[in-house]
């Protein structure tokens, strides 16, 4: 395992010290407004100081203060893993911080350093619900502890923080590597082979290994990896697929159980490929991806079938009503995709990206952010009950957004993603720059050669289809700004610097050339709703089509139904085609008419039908925005 | 609260002092072969005992020993609601014994009875997971605790002994009548003001109370149904629809919650609503029973839409791959259709109860009567993995017939179903018999006037839709045979005593005649295949036909794709009316040439198409007898 760039790392995520695609961090990409530039606002100004509130108020902050002063067990609060969410929430300050430079978020994130860390004992252990006198020993629960789940959110804490302020005097990094070098004692080669029942330590140790140029990590996390799907784990009543350990990662055909740790650990294992160029495991991702993509995602991008174990299902198991479809999950997905893109280059990555992200990322939090999603229905059947601002919801039981749950790991996964979502936008080669995700933003960078390129994106995406790049600044030199065309984009042109528009074909769209400052390059995206059919194997929803619009899914929702005096949306069939009126998408329907509420199994084909009537469709992530109401993604088709 | 009747009440698990239909009991009706009749046999000769040797392998029977040696909490085995599993051991204990008059199984019967009774304490109290040092203590959790579900099914097996050996000294009824008596002191009003989370002590005390004429019992099954609805259960993740605490049961529209929890809860109201005569209860249960039927019942008739918690899901939410269709919510579903059917005499009741034995409670058992399905799934996409027979299975987790699971309620559920089903086929009123259930059989009683009656049923039903009623004795005055006609039979006909053949419609069928011996009635109910289609709002089967004859659901099943050349089930779509063949009902179906694997959400609509080819399609219940397979019962059209 060696490390080739000596180039300082990015202000980002990840930094792998090699493959197709270099990230560009914080420093080199701002979002500055639009879309998300709205989303990272409200993080900023609303939901990093929702989550600190609802830390300190449930206690899970706390139980560190009360680990200092030796009063634990009594008193703990919160679940195992509680711990995890106080590291995610310093990873979202972290990025913030690296963003926006707030003082007083800063003055925030030592205090909370410095709390965690009282916390931290001697040797490194840092938990605060095992190895004190009356509670479990250490690495004693290793299927459902979470031990070194928490520590894996740590390093990524503390990697955010070097990463954004690599001179800090808080003492996170140092936190980190103590926990770090602890987990190699206990877990390193010749001493205890196990691994953790929620996967996570290893993406969390592969990073900070390669953010602190320490090799030892990376190869902890190789191990954890590869100790994967030889049954280490008790088996449980969900089977050892529930945690990845039913089949090597290299051996696996797909992703399966629960799709968190699933994402979470491919992620994981993709930094271990990269950095020990390990070919065989990296086609073993791809093909887990591809294979997963094809039958184990929501048209959403949302990934997760069952309640019970939040697992992926079997191949075609997508169940519209009962999508778990979990936030986190989603988070997890954008993880593994931009790992192998930056690997591969293949943008079939950021396609998924996108699509989670406007799907399933910005469906969680409410307008003011100070509630989320856990789960992602795609058909609600009944509406839901206001939620108390003030109430703590069981994880998925609510149809509405709520300000905080029992397991809360969502909002602060959330909060850590918008926070540096600058850093998903870009990448750079040796040739030029990659632009994968479009939104109002400045892109500066230098080619490894020393060529320096700073371009501005202007664009009301995913509102309006024209992406306008202008130079800033560039080289003599020709080089090659490269756009990703999104699959559904067929019919894409491009304009380059005034003369005439080209169509594009989805995938990448290529202009080398040698820039001048103010020339302008402007990709045309057809954003004309369409209707979606899915795979005849998909049975769940047959005979059912959704409307999309560029990288947006739409819904029916029952407040939209007045037009048609329907009262909800289970007897609604599509007629006809989507189209846009005053700057609305609407779906021709007709209400059927059925009266019987006997035996359901007699054919009620020849339900009369009423009238067709134009209704209005919503981005799916605006549900439910407007009050409790049902809503279906995908319509029977009439 | 009046008892009515004055006859000896019959020899079943329900008996009524009031209600349109008087239930025959076991010593009035015998089945005596055919299809229920082989299953009998099986139950009697193979389940019933490895029922006894798992009670006793687990230790949950030696439970009760530990209990009586005064070494509890240590070694205590089994789930909370173990003890359970011994009273329903017991209960299908004693109606076989009622049956069939097996003296070894009377000698089991009464050890079993005299380690359960060595265990109760001095007030009457008895459980073995509660009430000792270093246990909980009693009624600490209610919720959870099943303490009074105990119970209930201790009350059910001393009513299955009361009225099967009113005379015998074995205790059991001793038993039961002192925890009864306990339930009323700790449970009764002015006391404790609180219910079980987990209905079934309304229906164990309710029957206890007719089979012993103390209306006390009855009174206290009353109180616990009225107290159900007030929240006085915590609120858990799932809501308090969980355990039919959220709305009371004379309000609610609709069966919610636990699948099982519901049903028997339902049961007992109807008990209590009966004896107290109480018409607003009955009239809010039928509502409840036809909506539930209509909006949340399977094509089986199994019952409970979600894994997770055991539960119905909302209205049209009958997801065929997550079906759960709890053997035990089939059973609970029997029960309560039962008991409205007596009340009602409406027919309705007894189809539903003839879906779900064919479908439900005839598919849970292995031929050998020792393996069992917990869940009934509709769609099985992955083919199971043989079961070790000396394993315990988690209790929804396998593609096959498992030989026990951690909770165990479906063995001893389908072993007392089956011991006492001779009493689910008859009734009688003022004017004759009413033949609900075919087969094989012998019915003999005697009306209300005194008139004695005696009928022979000679059918192969469900194989062929002659059902043969030759009269043995009647009295000399004119009386009422009435047959049930399915609600599917349309074309049923009735040809009495050498007649012309008459058309009946769906409904009953009623002779009224004085009858001679030897008289010969004969009702055809038609058995051509036929394809059924679902009602446009169930979403997960839209586009989907199922075969069904007569009162059984088929399967297509992987293993009879052979001719067809494809490997499973999940890409064949039907194409043509299903037919019989050589005693095989066989389906039209070609097979999808679905080359993609990619994004799955590209209008795969054009696929090209395999040859026609007719496969065999096998009763629902026969599935996974061959081996592991993929099935479906529903079946998109092509």
Redesign the interface.
Known sequence: MTMTSTRPTPVAPVAPSRGALRPLGLDEVQIVGGFWGERQVVNAQATIAHIGDRLESEGWLPNFDRAAAGTLPEGRRGREFADSEIYKYLEAMAWEIGRSDDAALERRFREVVARVGAAQEADGYLNTNFGRPGQQPRWSDLEWGHELYCLGHLFQAAVARVRTRPDADDGLVGIARRAADLVCREFGEGAREAICGHAEVEVGLAELGRALGEPRYLAQARLFVDRHGHGLLHDI???RSYFQDDVPVRDAEVLRGHAVRANYLSAGAADVAVESDDAELLDALARQW??T???R?Y?TGGQGS???DEAF?????L????AYSETCAGVGSIMFSWRMLLHSADVRYADLIERTLFNVIATSPSDDGRAFYYANTL?Q??PGTPVDPDSTS??A?SALRAPWF?VSCCPPNVARTLASLGAYLATADADGIQLHQYAPSRVATTLDDGREIALRVETDYPAAGLVRVVVEDSPDEAWTLSLRVP?WAEGASIEVAGAQSQPVEPGVARVHRAFRRGDVVELRLPLAPRL?????????????V?VERGPEVFALESVDLEALGAADV??VVAVGEPAERDGAVVLPVRA?A?E??????????D?ARGEIAEVRVVPYRAWARRGPSTMRV?I?RG
Chains 1, 2 share one sequence.
């Open positions: 009543e969900w089977g591809r294979t993509v094809a039958r995602t048209l069952h309640h019970q299902g079997a191949d075609w198991e169940p519209p009503d009962r058909h059947r009944v069981p994880r039981g029992e699959a979606t059919e899915p795979d005849a194997r998909i049975d769940a929803v047959r005979g059912c959704a289970s007897t059927l059925i019987s509420d006997d035996w359901p199994y007699d054919a009620h084909a339900a995908w029977p």
